[in-house]
């Protein structure tokens, strides 16, 4: 999986900031995930040779993974706050 990722350069470096409270956030530096603008910027070509692998949906999860940490941060705010 990681070797067509990288062929296709879906894989970026990226940087997550959750914000925990009004004063406490978590920074993330260095990590390597797959994005929907990477996923975005695929030809038809591609995107077929990624869904023939069987690698098309593990790479929209992959992509929806980083919104998540958001909403649990979030969620947590909310419970906290209650």
């Known amino acids: ?3 067509l990722f990288e062929e296709l350069k879906l894989i ?6 959750v914000q925990l409270t009004d004063e406490k956030s978590i920074n993330f530096e260095g990590l390597l995930a797959v994005t929907w603008e ?3 910027a695929l030809d ?3 995107l077929d040779r990624l869904n023939q692998a069987g690698m098309l949906p593990p790479a929209i999860f992959a992509a929806s993974s ?8 979030m969620r947590k705010r909310a ?3 209650a």
């Open 66 to 73: 980083l919104n998540t940490m958001q909403r649990l941060a």
């Open 1 to 3: 999986m990681q070797e």
């Open 12 to 17: 970026e470096e990226v940087k997550l900031n």
């Open 44 to 46: 038809a070509s591609a």
């Open 38 to 40: 990477r996923i975005g």
């Open 79 to 81: 419970k906290d706050a």
